[in-house]
């Protein structure tokens, strides 16, 4: 496994850091002090830069090129917005970020904003997530206490105001364009990109929109340099990723989940490994890469690394950080059924392939999982897999398929037994009495 020794954020609840007191004794705050008196805007978008820190929700994109882009727009106001709203409920990253380590958050999301040149940042969770609402709560008051935040922070010319934000709207209150639609208070509707926030973002200025684990990074790279980062992870992604581990737990039905600190390019295997999980032909189906728009794969690919660019020549992705083991008697039909029906709830509803293509796999699946399919469904759901990620606006369509095209693409055998009229596990039931009937939807 690649070098896990420098442990750049929190994964273990022993090493809790959610006072300021806590933290500045671990050498918080150090990062901050030094870029306000050492260094430009632009030497620390230069170091994020050198770092090599890509984004943490999901896609991967360079963090220091968004830094660069807002940096670079024409004088006006200007905003940083702190995404911790984990959009899969089950992920733990965020809401571990903000229990055991928020001023870690805190000082990622000033940092930022000097690189920037922003005055006014948001911090964006889940309203649910009580404990981290009231420690991130806490750590604002220390912070601003202690002349970390607010007017003259440190002692220097720079002042920044953090609002932290709860809201409570499903898988896609994480998506990017939605939370600052949330934030400016209109109703959850994902946005035409471009403009990008970086240009027009909330109240159309230029806005930094970055991930919480993504901004967490920050304190250690300038307190420490570029290598810090550098030293840990693969060569396409420096640094680790939180990711939330789920297995079934020990009563039917349930699972349980578990954090941990994964270095970019470490395989499957050894991520379950990691978190104690097992997975063997005798117990495991299959895992499941990327939350609940991840695809899923057989043991077979365990060897494959744990990074962007792999994972989604597999079929699946980084998404929400979530590795998930399937329990062996899993039927892959009834699975992608499931999924293709959470994901028809949870769309926003604003382009046509998304809000009704995703219910059509639903109701397609639900028709072969009944013993009602034909082969012409596999040929209309591989249609799908298609049009729905190509006519989507934004992520969650893009990424609404790769359950139902991993399930169709290493468990075609699932698929063809359904045909046949029986389930290969032994575990379906019919869940409709006659074929979905397309014009009914339209
Ligand atoms: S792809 Fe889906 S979630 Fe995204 S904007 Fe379109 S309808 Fe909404």
Known sequence: MPDTSTSLLVADSNAALTSYAAYTQQGGYQALRKALSQMSPSEVIAEVGAAGLRGRGGSGVAAASKMARVASAQDGQRYVVCNAYDADPRSLAAQALLERNPHAVLEGIILAAYAVGATEAFLYLRSSREQAAATVQTALREAQEQGALGG????????????????????????????????????????????????AGLYAQPTLAQNAETLANLHAII????????AIGSQASSGAKLVTVIT??????????????????????????????????????????????GGALPLAQLSVPFDFETLQDAGAIVGSSIIETLPASTCMVHWA?????????????KCVPCRVGVKRVAGLLEGIESGLGSKNDLAVLTEFAQYIPDGSLCGFGVNATHPLVTAMQYFADDFNAHLEGRCPTGTCAPVRAHRYALKHVL
């Open 152 to 199: 003259a922070i440190f002692g220097s010319r720079f002042s920044l105001a953090i609002t932290a934000v709860g809201v409570e709207r499903g898988f896609m209150g994480g998506e990017e364009s939605s939370m600052l639609e949330i934030i400016k208070g209109r109703p959850m509707k994902a946005q035409q990109r471009p403009p990008y926030p970086s240009e």
């Open 223 to 230: 307190a420490r340099g570029a290598q810090a980062l550098k």
């Open 248 to 293: 079934p737990g020990a009563t039917p039905g349930t699972t349980v989940g578990r954090l941990i600190e994964l270095p970019f390019g470490a395989t499957l295997a050894q991520a379950l490994r990691a978190a104690n999980a097992e997975a063997s032909e005798a117990t495991t189906r299959a895992v499941v890469v990327g939350g609940m728009e």
């Open 337 to 349: 059924m499931e999924r293709a029906a959470y994901l028809s709830q949870e769309t926003c509803g």
